[in-house]
């Protein structure tokens, strides 16, 4: 699952050379913001799974851990 304000990374990287993207908008179709040029795409959940990286680098990771802080009070399972 996808959530509002997401930050992903593709593994391929976009035109302007940008890999991480932010997920603007959640629901039947996911769209998504280039953060290296803004641009915004639009594709199925399905799609966008299989355009994800599975494994992330190291930096990759720490940007995450910055930009995408996770909701911590989410810990009931
Ligand atoms: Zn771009």
Redesign the pocket.
């Known amino acids: 699952m996808y959530k509002l304000n997401q930050i992903v990374f593709t593994k391929k990287n ?5 890999n991480k993207w932010k997920v603007v908008r959640v629901g039947v179709d996911i769209k998504l913001e ?6 915004i795409i639009m594709l199925s959940s399905y799609e966008l799974d299989k355009k994800i990286k599975p494994i992330l680098s190291k930096k990759e990771l720490s940007y995450l851990a910055e930009n995408n802080p996770q909701d911590k009070a989410d810990t009931s399972e």
């Open positions: 976009h035109v302007c050379g940008s280039c953060l290296g040029c803004g641009r």
